[in-house]
């Protein structure tokens, strides 16, 4: 067997005492992973995590948090029995990620991409990037949506065939298409395919039925001026419901995956 290493005693260890050990070097700091500074001590299981992070996004899970995990964007610690041990640095690239995906509609590899620019030195402060503005108002073509969700026109067209998303009489897709196919992509990794999402599609638009009920007597009037402050009042009645049941949808969801475990 080959002699270990000058300075490593044979099972890898330094010889030196920890009196002995040299301090961090602002070198050695400047390559840590992102965040610079916040702890590595791992002290939250995934449920603490998840109650950090519902309080700004009230749709994460622990499904959602493992995928991000799968997806190399943070290693939590795990204990002997297995479990996952957060520290404050993971709390924080999570929020970056959920945050990206939220404001900015980023794919994962691109969120991936910046993650590990800010892991080699990137200036911390350097914002949050944008998706380029899709062409005609915000709506776009398969192949802009495509590109933006950092998948294919094919699937695209997949998820259009199956009712996902449609587009209007130009052939071009609204800006809320976006979220509808990226999330459709992190499903799949997980094994859901058209049609698991087709019954979606057909809960989420029972979900429009009850919001097109609860608003109807303030929608459909002439477009006199105090008709157009009633269509006001039904826009915001239509998306705080819709906020509304979207929350009670995912804590019915949460609630029924946590019976099972």
């Known amino acids: 067997m080959s002699p270990a290493p000058r300075g490593l005693d044979p099972r ?3 010889g030196a005492t920890p009196e002995q050990e040299p301090a961090p070097t602002l070198t050695s700091l400047a390559h840590d992973p992102w965040p610079r500074g916040a702890s590595r001590k791992a002290t939250m299981n995934i449920g603490a995590v998840l109650a950090v992070l519902k309080r700004e996004f009230p749709a994460v899970s622990h499904s959602k948090i493992r995928f991000l ?3 190399g964007l943070v290693t939590p610690q795990r204990t002997p029995a297995g479990y996952r041990v957060f520290c404050e640095a993971d709390l924080e ?6 945050a990206a995906q939220r404001d900015s509609f980023l794919p994962l590899r691109v969120i991936r991409e910046r993650l590990a620019a800010l892991d080699a030195g990137l200036d911390d402060d350097t914002p949050l990037p944008t998706q380029p503005a899709a062409a005609g108002g ?6 802009e949506l495509a590109t933006l969700a950092g998948t294919t026109p094919e699937q695209v067209l997949e998820l259009d065939k199956a009712g996902l998303i449609s587009t ?3 052939g071009r897709y609204p800006a809320s298409s976006l979220t509808v196919v990226q999330l459709a992509g992190e499903l799949a990794v997980h094994g859901l395919d058209t049609r698991h999402l087709r019954l979606m599609r057909s809960a989420a638009d029972r979900q429009v039925d009850v919001v097109a009920q609860l608003t109807s007597p303030l929608r459909g009037r002439p477009n006199t001026p105090q008709d157009v402050r009633s269509r006001e ?3 915001q009645a239509g998306n705080e419901l819709s906020t509304l049941l979207s929350r009670l949808h995912g804590a019915l969801v949460t609630s029924g995956v946590e019976r099972l475990f």
Not at 93 to 98: C, E, G, H, M, P
């Open 138 to 143: 915000g709506r776009m073509l398969a192949a």
């Open 93 to 98: 690239r999570l929020r970056y990620a959920l």
């Open 12 to 14: 890898g260890r330094s």
């Open 168 to 170: 209007d009489g130009g």
């Open 69 to 71: 995990e799968e997806q």
């Open 233 to 235: 009042r039904a826009v």
